[in-house]
Every structure is written in structure tokens, then in C-alpha cells.
């Protein structure tokens, strides 16, 4: 499977630095939970679109969040950044990555997704349409 940043929409200067000079963009792989990438992955291979923030780490260690809109075309995976800055669904998101990185580090991987899976059962969404919940619910 093919990768590809097929379209980045600068916002302000942050994400439009980070991402036009590649060696200082971190994907924030320690700041966000792992098992969310392993997700993505899930709903690409059912062809589903998905939006994620990520808490991305620029240069000079500023960290930021951005909207990342994933979706598979023919066999190639694309990705939509955006900056993001609604507070509301960062705090929403940030209080469910904090839970899932504490759980990952201290217990296990597999108690994190079964964590993640409760927690959307409660919900009544999917991974894949966490996001546009939060949105709604802002």
C-alpha cells in the first residue's frame, strides 16, 4: 500500500513550516495513543473516511493539533492536514488520548483497545466517525 500527503491545507505558518521541511515534523507517534494508528489502518482497509487529530511536535518542540482526514484511493492512502484549533473538541480528545497513552504505558495495549471499545460502545459511534461526534457535541 501506497502512501501519500495528497493535499496539505496550511492554516498558519505552524503547520505550513512543519510540513514543508519534513525533518522537523514529528507525527507525535509519542503523544498520541499507538493504537490509534493501528485504527486508521482498520477503517482504511473498509474503505471508510476517517478524521483523527493528532498532536503533532513542530520545530522548536512546539506541539500542536491538527485534523487529519484519511481516506484510501485505489491502493493508495491519502491525507488531508488541517490545523485545528477548536478547544472544545481538543479538550474532548486530549482527555481520551491522555486516558489511552496512561493505560498503553501502564497496563497494556490490548486493555487500551478494550478501553477505546467501551468507550465508543457508551458513545454509540465508531472510530472511524469519533471526530464528527465530538463536533457536534462542541
Same mark, same amino acid.
Given at each position: 500500500?501506497?502512501?501519500?500527503?495528497? !493535499? =496539505? =491545507?496550511?492554516?498558519?505558518?505552524?503547520?505550513?513550516? %512543519?510540513?514543508?521541511? &519534513?525533518?522537523?515534523?514529528?507525527?507525535?507517534? +509519542?503523544?498520541? &495513543?499507538?493504537?490509534? /494508528?493501528?485504527? =486508521?489502518?482498520?477503517?482504511?482497509?473498509? @474503505? +471508510?473516511?476517517? +478524521?483523527?487529530?493528532?498532536?503533532?511536535?513542530?520545530?522548536?518542540?512546539?506541539? /500542536?493539533? %491538527?485534523?487529519? %482526514? /484519511?481516506?484510501? +484511493?485505489?491502493?493508495? $492512502?491519502? !491525507?488531508? !492536514?488541517?490545523?485545528?484549533?477548536?478547544?472544545?473538541?481538543?479538550? @474532548?480528545? #486530549?482527555?481520551?488520548?491522555?486516558?489511552?497513552? @496512561? $493505560?498503553? #504505558?501502564?497496563?497494556?495495549? *490490548?486493555?487500551?483497545?478494550?478501553?477505546?471499545?467501551?468507550?465508543?460502545? %457508551?458513545?454509540? $459511534?465508531?472510530?472511524?466517525? =469519533?471526530?464528527?461526534? /465530538?463536533?457536534?457535541? *462542541?
Amino acid at each position: 500500500m501506497k502512501y501519500q500527503n495528497s !493535499v =496539505i =491545507i496550511p492554516i498558519n505558518n505552524k503547520v505550513k513550516e %512543519t510540513y514543508n521541511s &519534513p525533518e522537523n515534523l514529528n507525527l507525535g507517534y +509519542d503523544k498520541n &495513543p499507538k493504537l490509534i /494508528f493501528n485504527r =486508521i489502518l482498520k477503517c482504511l482497509e473498509r @474503505k +471508510d473516511r476517517m +478524521d483523527v487529530l493528532l498532536k503533532i511536535t513542530g520545530k522548536n518542540n512546539e506541539t /500542536f493539533w %491538527t485534523k487529519n %482526514t /484519511f481516506y484510501k +484511493d485505489q491502493n493508495t $492512502i491519502n !491525507v488531508i !492536514v488541517e490545523d485545528y484549533n477548536n478547544q472544545s473538541v481538543i479538550k @474532548k480528545v #486530549n482527555k481520551l488520548y491522555s486516558n489511552l497513552i @496512561k $493505560i498503553e #504505558n501502564n497496563i497494556s495495549s *490490548a486493555y487500551a483497545n478494550k478501553y477505546l471499545d467501551g468507550y465508543l460502545e %457508551t458513545e454509540h $459511534i465508531t472510530l472511524c466517525k =469519533i471526530i464528527s461526534h /465530538f463536533l457536534q457535541s *462542541a
